[in-house]
């Protein structure tokens, strides 16, 4: 069964600083998909990034950035250059091979000037 | 664009009624999910489709059932609402191992 965490409630970050957000996975599938999402205080999400399992290099989307560790089953978020903007909650995810998505709990980042 | 449409976009219903929350999407997708998102607990699997007729069971199945009788439609049912089932509501469908697109949510108050 897939299972993801994401051990950082909340952080905050001064505006144009860069920013990690912490997820990691655990499944024993060796075909699967990791994902962040945004949801900003409008209820929706956004799709951010997306990394295979079976890529060899990290994903990159504009200030985004996917940190993949496969060995340490880490899938770290990084936002480079923070706007007031970004303020929101982060979500990590994971789809296995049948496609089943799942989610961690989330990170509320908060951005400041 | 992707589209993925929730019926209601907020619902009062009574302890004890049948509720049905209807998600369509008009991209053809074969997979659609419908999550429950609670603070604190992020986004949490109810029901999975991967296919017409085909479901598989989230982490917290208990108390819900769904229908795919068509690709397009994905209905989440509430049997008999119960107070804890208060929550909001997300569909999303994709293309796996695609992004997924979420509809606009339905919160969901059950007194």
């Known amino acids: 069964a897939q299972k993801i965490t994401q051990t950082q409630p909340g952080m905050f970050v001064q505006e144009k600083e860069a920013v990690t957000l912490d997820c990691t996975y655990d499944?024993?599938?060796?075909?699967?998909?990791l994902f962040w999402y945004k949801q900003p205080s409008s209820g929706e999400m956004i799709f951010l990034i997306y990394?295979?399992?079976?890529?060899?290099q990290n994903a990159t989307e504009g200030r985004y950035s996917l940190n993949f560790q496969k060995a340490r089953k880490s899938a770290n978020l990084v936002i480079s250059a923070s706007q007031l903007g970004d303020s929101a909650m982060y979500f990590c995810?994971?789809?296995?091979?049948?496609?089943?998505?799942?989610f961690g709990a989330g990170t509320q980042v908060v951005v400041t000037p | 664009d992707v589209k993925v449409t929730q019926s209601s976009r907020y619902l009062v219903k009574r302890t004890g009624e049948k509720v049905f929350l209807e998600c369509v999407q008009d991209?053809?997708?074969?997979?659609m999910f419908w999550y429950r998102q609670d603070p604190g607990l992020g986004l949490r699997l109810i029901y999975f489709?991967?296919?017409?007729?085909?479901?598989e069971k989230g982490d917290i199945p208990e108390g819900y059932s769904v229908s795919r009788e068509k690709k397009e439609r994905f209905s989440l049912i509430l049997e008999s609402a119960s107070t804890n089932q208060t929550s909001m509501y997300l569909c999303?469908?994709?293309?796996?191992?695609?992004?997924?697109?979420f509809g606009q949510g339905t919160r969901l108050t059950v007194v």
């Open positions: 999303a469908s994709s293309l796996s191992p695609a992004e997924a697109f």
């Open positions: 499944t024993s599938d060796p075909s699967y998909g």
């Open positions: 990394q295979g399992s079976y890529d060899q």
């Open positions: 995810a994971q789809t296995d091979s049948w496609g089943k998505l799942q």
């Open positions: 991209m053809d997708h074969e997979n």
């Open positions: 489709s991967y296919d017409v007729k085909m479901k």
